[in-house]
T-cell receptor, first 110, second 114 residues
Framework: RKEVEQDPGPFNVPEGATVAFNCTYS??????FFWYRQDCRKEPKLLMS???SGNEDGRFTAQLNRASQYISLLIRDSKLSDSATYLC???????????FGAGTTVTVRA | DAGVTQSPTHLIKTRGQQVTLRCSPK?????VSWYQQALGQGPQFIFQ???????QRGNFPDRFSGHQFPNYSSELNVNALLLGDSALYLC?????????????FGPGTRLTVT
């Protein structure tokens, strides 16, 4: 079983729509959680860190459920520029290694 | 404030050759991690350097080795290249004790092995 699993998508949504997707992790010792955004053939860029039960940054909301071991990302009022692959990242508290999911692809259409 | 830089941006090698990739961390960062990203996959952790020592290692063979210099920059070396080593190699820097262990990535080196 992979340490971090994501629905690969793609999620095709119209501009202005809300899109949400989840990520599950297998290691209960996971300590910190992040969402990264990666554009085609570019490097991953930190979108947001996920603290405590969750947090909001503008149109982006991340939720963490430790009991069920999943993290979600919700994007409100989608923009064309939100089209990207979103990587779920988990930090293992025991060895401080980051584990990446394979990514969820989101395409926002006009 | 310069971000993470990597060189070269692209590289073509043949099987059996050796390659060295370079990374300079973001200003103020002291820890460098290396990742391999195959097409359609998330980055896979290779190893991490801090205080010029390899601190953590992923499931990669000994053909993959590295080094960190006193100025915190780092090199990734791959010996006896295989076709399967073709990938995007990403360097990420962070600061020990930094909030949430956030890592910032360089633009990557795209390695093609023929």
């Amino acid at each position: 079983r992979k340490e971090v699993e994501q629905d690969p998508g793609p999620f095709n949504v119209p501009e202005g729509a809300t899109v949400a997707f989840n990520c599950t992790y297998s290691n209960s010792a996971s300590q910190s959680f992040f969402w990264y955004r990666q554009d085609c053939r570019k490097e991953p860029k930190l979108l947001m860190s996920v603290y405590s039960s969750g947090n909001e940054d503008g149109r982006f909301t991340a939720q963490l459920n430790r009991a069920s071991q999943y993290i979600s990302l919700l994007i409100r009022d989608s923009k064309l520029s939100d089209s990207a692959t979103y990587l779920c990242v988990v930090l293992n508290a025991n060895d401080y290694k980051l584990s990446f999911g394979a990514g969820t692809t989101v395409t926002v259409r006009a | 404030d310069a971000g993470v830089t990597q060189s070269p941006t692209h590289l073509i090698k043949t099987r059996g050759q050796q390659v060295t990739l370079r990374c300079s961390p973001k200003s103020g960062h002291d820890t460098v991690s290396w990742y391999q990203q195959a097409l359609g996959q998330g980055p896979q952790f290779i190893f991490q350097y801090y205080e010029e020592e390899e601190r953590q290692r992923g499931n990669f063979p000994d053909r993959f080795s590295g080094h960190q210099f006193p100025n915190y920059s780092s090199e990734l070396n791959v010996n006896a290249l295989l076709l399967g080593d073709s990938a995007l190699y990403l360097c990420a820097s962070s600061r020990r004790g930094g909030q949430g262990y956030e890592q910032y990535f360089g633009p990557g080196t795209r390695l093609t092995v023929t």
